[in-house]
């Protein structure tokens, strides 16, 4: 897969879907290639993340601790990203991704992602725009939530 | 005073003669400067004491060479005379030459002993003979004049060097709080730069004067055979000119002390500003800093000012004071002439006596005063070398067997430290501590438990109390015992800039074990070398020998020393910091081909491993008939190890044999389309991007200098192909691939076919290299081993692929597997122990440092390890393991341990335990009878 294939799958990442093309370019040939075996993990439930994960290749598992032990709770295909959030703030991992068969990934640091974002202010504004959908979005359907209760 | 002599009281007598010699002896130890005290004040003794023989032969041959000068000046008199105008042979056509005869006529009138009648020559012939004679006489005075100058040279950088040598046998010799006080950029400066002018003068201290006072007394003599008052005139008038002209110069010599004293200050400032230049950037200081520098230069300025003006004061007096002398000579002689008490010739014989007189004389005063300087800068320095309690020299004496050993039992009775006479650090503290015991001692700051450990490691000094060691004064054991029978790691440790291995040794190095081994004629070489450092007072050690003490390491020599040095290692868990600097490393298959070859062995042990699925896909190694995507594209070109500077790094690119490769296989056309293709993709991507964004440095291939052109060239270019591009662009464009490697940057600019030609490329630049550049490139060869490559890429033999998760550790373990398996890993760590450590230490991480001072102190096995708070740095866990790593390894040796405890919970698992508050030892005991006890124990423990 080469970097105009890996820009495709970055603008299906909603948080990026408005940002122009070049930048994201430049974002996907900054960001490191990661490639997991079978079985390796990606991220561990509970662990501070920095990173954002863009799957290009594979399958993997998400997986949730519970009190009688991990389960699987979904599957992540080719074009399924996670840590969209853990680049823009600092949360804990919500799930354990452990590859299920070889997972190739395109890693996006916290650090390359904010230091586009300084030099190009209009992807801020592209991204704040997303999330601010995003909010409506969430705020509209507590009210029809709501109302329905 | 009781009457001395007489049978009456001959006990008297015999004291008193013994008191006389006691005296003596005294007064010649003081003189030697042998003892521990003080160097001689005067520098004119200093030379005398130390080059007398050599002072005598030079004078003996400057008298010498004055009669050959007096020849060369007399015998181009007799050519003119006789030679060319004949005078002498006016009379006869042959006159006698080389007459030896015995004038005695002034003893008996008209006596001549006459031994040899001489040859007849003829006038051409004397001409031609005495024409010889000058020319014999020339180079005889050139070959005085050089033989004298080498004398001299050599007796004063002789003389240097043993003042040079004795200042720094003072600095290993200061008590060691002095070094709080002086500033080690200022010892350097005296050392190295302010004794320098003294060599020079040293050749001329004694001759100088000889030779020049004899030419002024002839003529002194010689005025005062024409007229004895104008001689008494001139004598008068010499006396106050050197009188006065000193006096005026006196200002200049202080002025020239204070320059000294300025100029070592601002080395020392310098010095502190290198050192502290962290703080400076971190506070914002450096304008502050700059305020200091400019006002000390201008204090030097003002200083060196004033010498200048004050030199040339002096100046135009010495020169009105020269030319006073002439006026006298001609008011005076002019009046004896004119009233007929003196003839006119006398007059002029005396005004031309006088004339080579000022010559002498001035030089006199010049070398007084360059003899009063180099006494200043004499006396400057060596107040600098005398502090108090100077440790003896007998203690640094070098042992000539193995060091005997400590001692059983330590004993210090009312031992006080002060801090300056004011606060006391110890206050009267007494114990007793068996040299086998292993001790630890706790208390709070201030407790003065440190000061304790550095007392026992006789780093600081107690104002009184006594310390003996088996009933011995604990001071005067000779460092050597100290140094191989006591350890002492402290919260601070030096590293030497050289290996991590010279520094682990480092404490075994007390004497030469074994002399160097050396070739015949090296060794005359050597020999001779030593004969002249004894002739100037400097030893004569070998610094080339074996110095390691390998029995007081536990090894029979240097083939059983690694085991060793890894056990300490261990210890102190630096094994595997040394095993990663040994991959790092590099070993050089000529001067090791053991290893070398078991390393290759690893190498094939390694890629059997690699073949299993659980490392499927993690390495590329290097393959003859294949492109390697994890190397770029000028690695995969040149397919080895650059040796030299000819195909290293960028070189490659610009290296004539590597274009003429790439033409004749067509590969230029093709990497400057594919730089084309780079440099396009850069332009969209990295456009807009302010230039000082690091980005451009990681990521970049065009330097943000740059992107701006290629950026117009492509505008110009609009789309065509690189058959567009102008001939010199396209250079400029084929260098881009170089760098470019496919597994990271994904361009996806190599397919099979730009493979295929790549390869092509790499077997025509092997095929054809030249000669000469054989030696710039070692082959990748699954089957040779590889010297310039790190140990690591050796066995690797190929590159990590890009991107696979953990394959850098899973590679790594896998790497210590086979290491291991083996029986390698030791090895490894040999290579490790060849790393250079750097100005002190730098090169390694601060916690890695410590350990290596700590192993450096366990390696000798000593008798009694101190350790002051020396693990304080590591984690808790780290702090524990290697305390308890150094208690087992004492007990197994039955040896002592005094451990001042960082935590009181360190105190835990020693066998006794000593509590300290406020300078003393307020409790002493097992850890049981401590607690039941309570108290400060009870409360330390509770704290931590």
Not at chain 2, 33 to 49: N, Q
Not at chain 2, 672 to 685: C, D, F, N, Y
Not at chain 2, 758 to 771: D, V
Request: net charge neutral; charged share 25%.
């Amino acid at each position: 897969m080469n970097l105009n294939e890996e820009v495709e799958l970055l603008k299906g990442v909603p948080i990026f879907s408005k940002v122009e093309q070049a930048r994201l370019k430049l974002l996907a040939f900054t960001s490191e290639r990661v490639n997991f075996g079978v079985g390796q993990e990606v991220c561990r439930q509970g662990d501070p993340g920095d990173t954002m994960y863009v799957i290009l290749g594979g399958t993997a598992d998400v997986l949730i601790d519970t009190p009688s032990g991990q389960i699987s709770v979904a599957e992540m295909k080719r074009n399924s990203f996670f840590g969209e959030i853990a680049i823009l703030c600092d949360v804990p991992r919500t799930a354990t991704i452990k590859a299920k068969e070889p997972l190739a990934t395109l890693k996006i640091t916290k650090d390359m992602f904010y230091r586009l974002v300084a030099e190009f202010p209009e992807m801020a504004i592209e991204i704040m725009r997303e999330l601010a959908h995003r909010l409506e979005d969430t705020n509209q359907k507590l009210r029809a939530a709501t109302k329905a209760g | 005073m009781p009457q001395a002599g007489g049978a009456a009281n001959p006990g008297a007598a015999t004291r008193q003669i013994s008191n006389v010699i006691k005296a003596l002896i005294a007064y010649r130890v003081r003189r030697d400067g042998g003892d521990a005290g003080f160097m001689e004040r005067s520098l004119f003794s200093y030379i005398w004491r130390h080059s007398r023989p050599e002072q005598i032969v030079i004078l003996l041959l400057v008298v010498l060479a004055q009669v050959f000068y007096f020849m060369s000046l007399t015998v181009p008199k007799s050519v003119i005379n006789n030679g060319i105008q004949g005078n002498a042979f006016k009379d006869s056509k042959t006159i006698p030459f080389l007459v030896w005869e015995l004038d005695l006529s002034a003893i008996f009138p008209g006596r001549v002993i006459r031994f040899f009648d001489g040859f007849q020559v003829d006038q051409l012939q004397y001409l031609v003979v005495m024409s010889f004679v000058f020319l014999g006489a020339v180079i005889v005075n050139g070959l005085f004049k050089k033989t004298i100058n080498t004398q001299k040279g050599r007796m004063g950088e002789r003389m240097l060097r043993r003042l040079r040598y004795e200042l720094y046998d003072r600095i290993l010799r200061f008590p060691p709080a002095h070094f709080r006080k002086v500033k080690q950029a200022e010892l350097a400066t005296m050392v190295k730069d302010e004794v320098e002018p003294l060599g020079g003068f040293i050749g001329d201290a004694f001759v100088q004067p000889m030779f020049l006072g004899g030419q002024a007394l002839t003529a002194i003599i010689f005025i005062m055979m024409q007229n004895w008052l104008l001689g008494i005139i001139v004598i008068v008038l010499l006396a106050v000119q050197m009188s006065i002209i000193p006096r005026l110069r006196k200002p200049v010599l202080v002025l020239g002390r204070q320059r000294q004293i300025s100029a070592r200050q601002l080395a020392g400032r310098i010095a502190e500003t290198a050192d502290g230049v962290h703080e400076i950037h971190i506070h914002g200081a450096a304008n502050y800093e700059r305020a200091d520098i400019s006002e000390r230069l201008g204090r030097i300025f003002k200083i060196r000012f004033d010498l200048y003006q004050k030199k040339f004061v002096a100046k135009f007096w010495n020169n009105i004071l020269s030319q006073a002398t002439p006026f006298a000579i001609y008011l005076v002689g002019g009046y004896f002439a004119i009233t007929g008490q003196m003839d006119v010739g006398a007059v002029v014989g005396v005004l031309l006596a006088y004339k080579d007189l000022p010559s002498p004389i001035k030089e006199l005063i010049d070398w007084d005063q360059q003899r009063q300087d180099v006494q200043i800068k004499y006396e400057q320095v060596i107040d600098q070398f005398q502090p108090e309690g100077m440790m003896p020299p007998e203690l640094q004496a070098i042992p000539d067997g193995p060091p005997p050993p400590l001692g059983k039992e330590l004993a210090l009775v009312g031992v006080v430290v002060t801090e300056d006479g004011r606060v006391k650090q110890l206050d009267t503290l007494s114990l007793t501590l068996p040299t086998s015991s292993r001790v630890a001692v706790i208390g709070g700051s201030g407790s003065g438990k440190e000061v304790l450990g550095q007392v026992l490691a006789r780093q600081t000094l107690p104002a009184s109390g006594t310390i003996r060691i088996d009933g011995k004064d604990f001071f005067q054991v000779p460092e050597y015992v100290i140094g191989a029978r006591l350890a002492y790691v402290g919260q601070d440790t030096y590293l030497f800039p050289l290996t991590v291995r010279d520094n682990l040794l480092f404490g075994l190095k007390l004497r030469p074990v074994a002399p160097a081994a050396y070739d015949e004629a090296t060794k005359v070489i050597r020999e001779a070398f030593w004969k002249e450092s004894e002739r100037a007072g400097n030893p004569a050690f070998d610094p080339n020998a074996d110095w390691v003490d390998y029995e007081l390491a536990g090894a029979t020599g240097p083939a059983d020393l690694l085991p060793c040095m890894v056990r300490v290692l261990k210890q102190v868990e630096l094994d595997e910091d040394i095993y990663s600097l040994g991959l790092r490393g590099t070993v050089d298959a000529a001067v090791r081909p053991d290893l070398a070859e078991k390393i290759l062995k690893a190498r094939h042990t390694l890629h059997e491993h690699l073949q299993d699925g659980t490392y499927a896909g993690l390495v590329e190694p290097f393959n003859d008939d294949h492109y390697n995507k994890n190397l770029s594209v000028a690695e995969n070109l040149l397919f080895g190890t650059a040796l030299g500077k000819q195909f290293d790094g960028d070189n490659l690119a610009a290296d004539p044999y590597v274009m003429s490769v790439l033409q004749k296989t067509g590969l230029d056309v093709e990497l400057q389309r594919m730089g084309l293709s780079i440099a396009e993709t850069m332009v969209e991507l990295f456009s807009g991007l302010s230039p000082d964004n690091p980005l451009f440095e990681q990521y970049s291939f065009i330097s943000a200098d740059e992107l701006p052109n290629v950026r117009l060239l492509l505008q110009r270019l609009g789309g065509k192909g690189i058959e567009a591009v102008p001939e010199a662009d396209r250079i400029r464009l084929m260098t881009l691939p170089f760098r470019y490697i496919e597994a990271r940057h994904r361009l996806g600019l190599i397919d099979a076919a730009m493979e295929e030609r790549i390869l092509g490329a790499r077997r025509a630049f092997a095929e054809g290299l030249p000669a000469n550049l054989r030696d710039a490139v070692e082959f990748y060869d699954f089957e040779r081993y590889n010297s310039a490559a790190t140990l690591q890429d050796n066995i690797l033999f190929g590159r990590l692929v890009y991107g696979q998760a953990q394959a850098g550790e899973r590679i790594g373990n896998l790497i210590a597997q086979v290491f291991d398996e083996l029986g390698l890993r030791d090895s490894v760590i040999g290579v490790g122990l060849e790393y250079n450590v750097g100005v002190g230490g730098k090169r390694l991480p601060a916690s890695q440092r410590q350990k290596l001072g700590i192993a450096r102190a366990l390696i000798k096995r000593p008798q009694l390890v101190v350790v002051n708070e020396a693990v304080a740095m590591f984690d808790g866990r780290t702090q524990d393991r290697i305390r308890d790593n150094i208690l087992a390894d004492a007990s197994e040796r039955a040896s002592g341990v005094f451990w001042i405890a960082n935590r009181p919970n360190q105190a835990e698992p020693f066998d006794q335990i000593v509590v300290m508050q406020g300078g003393r030892v307020v409790a002493r005991g097992s850890p049981s009878e401590l607690a039941a006890r309570g108290g400060l124990y009870t409360e330390l423990m509770a704290s931590a």
